[in-house]
């Protein structure tokens, strides 16, 4: 057994021989200590609609939803829905997106997307991953955090904090999000891919952070391999 516990608290973890139900088992535990104190399992994004969301995701590729959520106040105040966003003046769009990073590109998607949502899908968010990731500058992730929050269809969102996380706690070691996505699907009951997301996600927000994870304060670093507590 990968897990050892002693008085029931795990003491050990021993990597090489944990199986598929000793993941799945220290998931559970995991999620049993941080579910509480993450209970919030929506996006950190502004949105009124699922248009809104989804373009405000594909601006937060490598870019933080604080700052976001600063460019899409004026970006959606004056262009909020695909008719408004696909006629916007790109130069225009440049200039609002700017501070988000590789800005042009970024312009010219959400003006491309925009314009694909008219003419394909009627001007409406499409419900499928394969609908979502067709759409220009929409990737998995993106198309994973407009299912599960506009239309409640659960998916496993990888994005740069739950992959740090997920390595660091054992459940995968794989750099590429679709197979981290599946070495979680492999071990999270369905019904709880949603929370599992945005909780292991807010943890590495919070304490697991990239540089310097506050391992001393982790509340979960009893089931953390890395952990030398």
Not at 29 to 40: A, E, F, H, N
């Amino acid at each position: 057994m990968g897990l050892l516990f002693q008085y029931g608290i795990m003491y050990h973890i021993d990597m090489s021989t944990e199986t598929l139900p000793d993941k799945k088992a220290r998931l559970q535990m995991v999620m049993k200590t941080l579910g509480p104190l993450y209970p919030d399992h929506r996006p950190l994004l502004d949105f009124e609609t699922p248009f809104q969301l989804l373009v405000s995701t594909v601006l937060a590729a490598q870019c933080t939803d604080a700052a976001v959520n600063i460019v899409t106040r004026e970006l959606f105040s004056r262009f909020p829905d695909p008719a408004a966003l696909a006629e916007a003046p790109l130069p225009e769009l440049e200039k609002i997106v700017h501070s988000t990073g590789f800005f042009r590109a970024k312009a010219h998607n959400i003006k491309a997307l925009s314009r694909q949502l008219l003419e394909k899908h009627s001007g409406e968010v499409p419900d499928t991953m394969e609908g979502l990731t067709a759409l220009p500058g929409a990737g998995r992730k993106t198309a994973s955090v407009v299912l599960s929050t506009c239309f409640g269809i659960p998916a496993i969102i990888v994005d740069t904090h739950f992959s740090r996380v997920t390595k660091r706690l054992g459940f995968t070691h794989s750099d590429r999000p679709e197979e981290i996505e599946k070495h979680l699907a492999a071990i999270t009951p369905r019904d709880e891919w949603i929370a599992v997301s945005h909780v292991l996600n807010r943890f590495g927000r919070n304490t697991c952070y990239a540089r310097k994870p506050d391992c001393e304060n982790c509340p979960v670093k009893r089931l953390c391999p890395e952990s030398a507590v």
